[in-house]
């Protein structure tokens, strides 16, 4: 049998933030940005930017919502992408390419 490396989703990230210097707070605030007021409002999930924001129950007793996942949309651009951008909750796609031009200036050096 063949020798077997498998690489887990944990080291990727950690792979992202300390050789790439991937900035996971600013991800982690473009994402809650992205989905709080959907969430505040009781949505269990929201399109915006080419992708679905999972939204679930926390579990830990202190109430609230967590950002359980990201999907990509079957039709990016959702009717939720222009509810999120007119209350002022993210999903601009200029402002996700402004993001995202910085990000890969950021790992080319």
């Known amino acids: 049998m063949a020798f077997r490396l498998e690489v887990s989703?944990?080291?990727?990230?950690?792979?992202?933030?300390?050789?790439?210097?991937?900035?996971?707070?600013e991800v982690r605030a473009e994402i809650h940005?992205?989905?709080?007021?959907a969430a505040a409002a009781?949505?269990?999930?929201?399109?915006?930017?080419?992708?679905?924001?999972?939204?679930?129950?926390r579990n830990?007793?202190?109430?609230?919502?967590?950002?359980?996942?990201?999907l990509p949309c079957e039709s990016p651009g959702g009717a939720?992408?222009?509810?999120a951008r007119a209350?002022?909750?993210?999903?601009?796609?200029?402002e996700f390419g402004k993001w995202s031009r910085r990000m890969a200036r950021g790992l080319k050096g």
């Open 87 to 94: 209350k002022g909750g993210g999903g601009s796609r200029q």
């Open 42 to 57: 009781g949505a269990r999930s929201i399109s915006t930017q080419g992708v679905t924001i999972r939204i679930g129950d």
């Open 9 to 25: 989703d944990h080291a990727i990230m950690r792979w992202l933030e300390r050789v790439y210097k991937l900035d996971l707070e």
């Open 80 to 83: 939720m992408e222009g509810m």
């Open 33 to 37: 940005k992205a989905a709080y007021d």
């Open 60 to 70: 830990d007793g202190g109430g609230g919502k967590i950002v359980v996942t990201v």
